[in-house]
């Protein structure tokens, strides 16, 4: 069992900029494609965004160009690097880990991100 432990969230301004990180319990890190979704209120949860083991990064065309997913795969970690940050980003973002070879998945417990206008 993959543990992963969500922090960074808070409460921002619009056009403010904010880190997440997740941090990951497998000694496999480095073999895991990464992902961030989030969840808004009312709505279902959406994907923001993943980096594969070979840090190829894909985006949700609502994120492209202010949020950056990066990892450390030293640190077991991997981060969502958010920019120009709209009231529409508010929501709870998990972190995702996914297996290539089986599509085996965990999930974080969440972290809150709140942008007010």
């Known amino acids: 069992q993959v543990q992963l432990v969500e922090s960074g969230g808070g409460l921002m301004q619009s056009g403010g900029s904010l880190r997440l990180s997740c941090v990951s319990s497998?000694?496999?890190?480095?073999?895991?494609?990464m992902g961030w979704y989030r969840r808004a209120p009312g709505q279902a949860r959406t994907l923001v965004g993943y980096?594969?083991?070979?840090?190829?990064?894909t985006y949700a065309d609502s994120v492209k160009g202010r949020f950056t997913i990066s990892k450390d795969d030293a640190k077991k970690s991997v981060y969502l690097h958010m920019n120009s940050l709209e009231p529409e980003d508010t929501a709870v973002y998990y972190c995702?880990?996914?297996?290539?070879?089986?599509?085996?998945?965990?999930w974080g417990q969440g972290t809150q991100v709140t942008v007010s206008s």
């Open positions: 995702n880990a996914v297996w290539p070879f089986d599509g085996r998945e965990y």
């Open positions: 497998s000694s496999s890190f480095s073999g895991f494609q």
């Open positions: 980096i594969t083991s070979y840090s190829v990064t």
